[in-house]
């Protein structure tokens, strides 16, 4: 007997007639993977692969990589700005001096009308950090709107408010080499094989060379803590509760690193007698982690010759997600684990240029990591730009969380969405649909018309797509690589750079500010701003020739510098960037302030990501694979609490919170413990229905990945109907 087949047919890898391959960068996720698009002779992109010279992916890409030149020819995409009197009408074709001008008067009309902040701009972590150094001019400079920010407020406002508590400065201190030298890992909340799969592909190879303790902390059994030495199943939004009690022991066993603490930090006292509150037997009743389990981690993380840390959301969107981040920096600050290799406090960021608009937006600030509360920064932008300091807010508006609530009382009328889809990624999505009636005008732009958002705006912009235009990305180990524009934009669609500077000449003060041309010359301006011997943002060295030649540099570089490596690292000198020069060790209260779940709302809800997707779908559910591989909402729920209500494997059902319900395919594992379960992010009309996102004081963060919700059975059959009608987007 024959096994397999006998009418052998070899796979054959279609042969994609690529006659050049044209550098870029990626366009999804902030590991910033080096990319080439492959052209045909008609200029059409018609292949993508990992550019093999790049010290950030080596050769590799992950799924969303792999088909990122799909992109370009996607369904739903823009040509042309349309445009309506009311929401929910038909759109009327127009051409860009007439969608300007119309938008221009409507910012106008409801400024003079209900005053300057009462018209609102939220943008993104997708676009270029030369067109956020644009907008930041046009919105800080021109509009002159004060209520003014970024959806990294979404995912990474916590890393920026517990980086500015503890070092002075926004930036993430360490890099992805200090996997090749720390002795010990801890990762909080980071399931990287799905969210950052190749930064995982890093660790993994740093791993298979040297071998050390890998601890992953996450209240489900993510692929990471699979892969880890030691999982610890943390209970929901206990974090600061672990962390207080590991330098407990820390400090009880005389295990810091006392001349580190000394020389280089203020506050040990305080950090000392709070966490005494915080013994392993106390703090094992509140986070759900044994009290052997913490001495172990303690005493192996302060006696590695190294030791890092890195977190993403698990740690950012909580309620107390500043008080993380800052309580991490405690902890390997205490260690003297910060600015060596191995050791270090390092936030994996989410968007491709989550960093750049940190960096240079003017979001919560002025550009250069400079501040609207510090006269001094204020008087240098306003110099630079040529406009009148008191032009400038002395502090800092709202932020994208407390914009909608504004909306809702009418305290702002208009609003302009730029790359971000509020009606997918916002918690409550009731509430934010009620919200979005209420404006007199919503302009969108974005590269897709069929965004959910653009359901309710009276303009829409249409955006180029990622390469279709030129700029630079930051990733998370502050390396700034290029995007080369490898196609044209799409119709008449344009890319963000040009709409801002075409913009700007509607108001007075467009008239005196200079918008290059050309990114090359807004980088140009940009690196001026970033001169100086203690700024750690100096990209002076840099220029976009030099960062395609090294594929990517790290900042801080400097004018003058030799060859074409930043440095790697932040702090190494033990320096900060507080007005003391040492870093700030800050007790950490832990507050418990969330949804948990009760008798009638018996499971904790957590969210997350899958690999084939990025945030709302715009662009991931476009893509044939990525959408083949991960089509439809579902749920993991535990089989014992699936038996015990008698859901079954791959049927669906209705689940429920106090804010709303949605409908969900069950799949059934041990992925999560009995009183959870766990729904992907992406999807529209899904998690955010019930999502409740209370938000983090310092940071305006939400607590997406927790809330109490009850499960019900619902009509499969309908069900069935929902969930393909909703799979043909
Ligand atoms: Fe792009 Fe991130 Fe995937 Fe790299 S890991 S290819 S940057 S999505």
Redesign the pocket.
Known sequence: MLFGRTDRKPIKILDKQVAEWKYT?????????S?QVGLDTEGKAVATR?NAAAD??RG???????F?HELFDAAGRGDAPLMRDKAYEAFQKTDWDTAFDKTASEIKRIQETYGKDSFAIVSTGQLLTEEFYSLGKLARGCIGTNNYDGNTTLCMASAVSGYKRSFGSDGPPGCYEDFEHTECLIAFGSNLPEQ????Y?RLKEALEKRKFPLIVVDPRVTMLAQFADMHLPITPGTDVVLINSLMYVILDEGLEDRAYIDAHTNGIEEVEALVKDYNPIAASKICGIDEDTIRTVARLYAKAGAAMSIWTMGINQSTHGSDGVVDINNLNLITGNIGKPGGTSLSITGQ?NAMGTREWSSCSGLPGYRYLENEADRQEIADFWGIDKEFFPEKRGLAQTDIFPAIETGQIKGLWLVATNPMTSMPNTSRIRKTLEKLEFLVVQDSYQDVETNQYSHMYFPAAVWAEKEGCFT?TERRVNIVRQVVQPKGDSKPDFWIFKEMAKRFPNGEKIHFPDTPAGAFEEMKQLSKGDSRTLDISGMSHDKIEQAAGIQWPFREGAEGLKGDQRLYTDGHFQTKSGKANLIPIVFRDNNECPDEQYPFWMNSGRV?EH?HTRTRTGKIGNCNKFSPTPYMEMNPDAARDLGVEHQSYVRIASRRGDAVVMVQLTHRVPRNMVFIPFHFHDCVNRVSLGLLDPHSRQPAFKQCAVRIEPVDQALAAQLNAERRTF
């Open positions: 960068t990626c366009g999804y996720c902030s590991t910033g993977c990319i990992g950030v992916n590799k890409l992950c799924i969303k990589g792999i990122e950052h799969p190749i930064i592909w491709c990733n690999v990025f």
